[in-house]
């Protein structure tokens, strides 16, 4: 596991907050003594540090990550993987935020079977979900513009030669465009779908909204649920390979 590292970047939103210099030197020094609990192994002391500064509202993909780090070594499943999940949430390009989830998924106790994906579909994928939001917007709106462009210079030119390149050049920025577009919608999704991280130990997984209907499943701590409803304190949810029920709001975290 990744130890936690200095970061300063994250201290000019603080600044930029109400009070901005006072705030940005709380949250520097809760940032410095939560890393100096750490390296010391003082876990308890290290979470608790980093989430006042989750508490001035500066939230910052670096604290989550030590976050996510304490809590794990303290022994915390649910609560690493919850952190885990929201700093890639907001740096999808963190190698290290997804190498740590990933082995700490790998000791959850929940082995969900999901649907076969291709090989060049999931390598594609892994691809697209180490890219930002905002780089995808950039790439499909430079797409856009370089295909809007070559195809108004169509009409404009007279040599035959020239007009079949930029034909050419203009189908392939088309492509482009799809291309670009197609992933920008899969991250936008991916993104903002709901997820939901099991806390407890373990928690049934039930036909309804209430606690006298039948136990469909049991899920265990760190488990990841799609939220698909709520009702009455209970959420609906589902796993990668279809199967859902309802479980109580009070045992998962959303992301």
């Not at 936690?4 to 709380?26: D, H, I, K, Q, Y």
């Not at 203009?170 to 670009?180: D, N, P, Y």
């Not at 920008?184 to 903002?192: E, V």
Request: aromatic share 10%.
């Amino acid at each position: 596991m990744r130890r936690p590292l200095v970061a300063l970047a994250f201290l000019l939103f603080a600044a930029l907050a109400p009070a901005g210099e006072a705030r940005a030197s709380t949250v520097r020094e809760l940032f410095d003594a939560g890393n100096g609990a750490y390296e010391q192994g003082r876990y308890q002391d290290a979470a608790a540090s980093y989430e006042k500064i989750l508490g001035y509202g500066v939230v910052d993909p670096r604290v989550l990550f030590n976050l996510a780090n304490a809590h794990f070594k303290m022994g915390r499943l649910g609560a690493a993987i919850l952190n885990y999940e929201r700093a890639l949430r907001l740096d999808p390009s963190d190698r290290d935020v997804r190498d740590n989830l990933e082995y700490a998924r790998g000791l959850i106790r929940d082995r969900v079977t999901e649907a076969e994906i291709p090989y060049p579909v999931q390598v594609l994928r892994g691809f697209i979900d180490r890219l930002s939001i905002d780089l995808l917007a950039g790439l499909f709106l430079c797409a856009f513009y370089v295909a809007a462009a070559l195809l108004g210079a169509l009409p404009l030119t007279a040599s035959y030669t020239a007009r079949r390149a930029l034909g050419y050049g203009t189908a392939l920025a088309a492509l482009a465009v799809l291309a670009t577009g197609i992933a920008l919608g899969y991250a936008i999704d991916r993104t903002t779908s709901e997820r939901a991280i099991v806390m407890e130990d373990k928690v049934d997984v039930l036909s309804g909204p209430a606690g006298d209907n039948t136990v469909l499943f049991t899920v265990h701590e760190g488990a990841r649920l799609e939220l698909r409803n709520r009702r009455d304190g209970w959420y609906q949810v589902s796993l990668p390979n279809a199967m859902s029920g309802w479980v109580p709001a009070a045992a998962v975290e959303k992301v």
